[in-house]
């Protein structure tokens, strides 16, 4: 059973960086294919980013594109989330996820793709 744990949120100003991070435990974090979602308030899930189980291949969501990197540390079982030029409309609570191990997820931005689930960090970005 593969347990995620974010850590990293806050509370920045705009224009701030944030770097959030999920450390996995209980698999082989290589295997995973990671993902990064948000949820603002009374809103369901929406994908941020996907990075692939090697880390040389990321997709990102129109929003955060140019802003946000993703990126991942096989060695440390952890995955990042590397948020810059950070804007009010980025408030909301981050999710990282993964998905079954050696599983490549054709719909990589629908949260029905990802098996395991972080607790969540919660980002405030104050104007």
């Known amino acids: 059973q593969v347990r995620l744990v974010e850590s990293g949120g806050g509370l920045v100003q705009a224009g701030a960086s944030l770097r959030l991070s999920c450390a996995a435990s209980?698999?082989?974090?290589?295997?995973?294919?990671m993902g990064w979602f948000r949820q603002f308030p009374g809103k369901e899930r929406e994908f941020v980013g996907a990075i692939k189980f090697g880390g040389g291949w990321q997709r990102y969501a129109d929003p955060v594109k140019g802003r946000f990197t993703i990126s991942r540390d096989n060695a440390e079982n952890t995955a990042y989330l590397q948020m810059n030029s950070l804007r009010p409309e980025d408030t909301a609570v981050y999710f990282c996820a993964a998905a079954r191990e050696y599983y490549y997820p054709p719909d990589y931005e629908s949260e029905r793709e990802y098996y395991y689930w972080g607790q969540g960090t919660r980002v405030t970005v104050s104007s």
């Open positions: 209980g698999g082989t974090f290589s295997n995973l294919f």
